[in-house]
């Protein structure tokens, strides 16, 4: 769910609040465990998935009026942001109407060093993102090779993201943060829900969630160690699979959108069916 390009001002440093920290032991592999096959350069190699989240909150200013206005507008105007949605927002556009843009940046920076994660998130590509709500899913089949980290910018809606595969739910609030490993499945539902149900982001309601999201390569030392992702888990799988894709006990499989639950897929990642794994 999420991607990218910040600027050269002078960052401030800002404090933050610790919310919560999973860092589980990783488990040796076996084929009861899910495996990611990404690209690394040109040849497919792979990996365990990690079970580990990290997460925490930043302090972090009220946004701009001038900035939310703009975005209600967009929102409304120009984009189809159905209930479940995950779309670009424009990201050149905004920093224009955002005069301390670089304030979040550097919160996020800040507190991704504390993880022993170092190197400012300035020098690395960022987009802007908006969901109203977002449905499970899971994102190794185009970032297998990736970490996401999340700032959330928007207000306390009610609204978790949740881990379904981890039993965790982490409350969205202005300044969550999160990292994770894009082959997790996960989603943003309703908070006291266990399921993604359209009918609680009703279209006359405001439960858009507005975020920024890096990408951190999972093959770097420190981001491997930090979500405890081993490498090579299946070194006879990147002969026989040609694209990115996850696989359990074996087989490919996908995220049912409402349960979060894995399920079979075929060679393309569709589901066979409408069992869960």
Request: hydrophobic letters at 35%; one cysteine or more; aromatic letters at 8%.
């Amino acid at each position: 769910m999420w991607l990218k390009q910040p600027s050269g001002a002078r960052c401030i440093p800002v404090p933050f609040i610790p919310l919560t920290m999973r860092r589980n032991a990783p488990q040796p592999h076996t084929s009861n465990h899910l495996t990611s096959y990404f690209w690394s350069g040109d040849a497919i190699r792979s990996r365990c998935v990690s079970d580990v989240v990290l997460s925490g909150t930043v302090d972090v200013p009220e946004l701009p009026t001038r900035l939310l206005a703009d975005w209600t507008r967009e929102l409304s105007l120009r984009m189809t942001l159905g209930a479940g949605d995950v779309d670009v927002m424009p990201l050149a556009r905004a920093r224009a109407r955002w005069p301390n843009y670089s304030h979040y940046v550097q919160a996020a920076s800040d507190w991704t060093g504390t993880l022993g994660l170092p190197g400012s998130l300035a020098s690395k590509d960022v987009a802007l993102m908006a969901c109203r709500g977002a449905r499970y899913h899971h994102d190794g089949e185009q970032y297998g090779g990736a970490a996401f980290c999340n700032l959330f910018l928007s207000e306390d809606k009610g609204q978790d993201v949740h881990f379904p595969g981890l039993d965790l739910r982490i409350p969205l609030t202005r300044g969550t943060v999160l990292i994770f490993d894009t082959c997790q499945p996960h989603g943003v539902i309703q908070r006291g829900s266990h399921v993604f149900d359209a009918g609680d982001f009703p279209v006359d309601q405001d439960g858009t969630q507005v975020f920024l999201t890096w990408e951190l390569p999972i093959e770097d030392p420190d981001v491997a160690r930090a979500l405890h992702v081993a490498f090579d888990v299946d070194p006879s799988g990147p002969t026989t699979v040609n694209d990115e894709q996850v696989r359990r006990n074996g087989d490919r499989v996908e995220v049912c959108p409402e349960s979060g639950q894995w399920r079979c897929a075929d060679a393309s990642g569709h589901a066979l069916n409408d069992g869960v794994r």
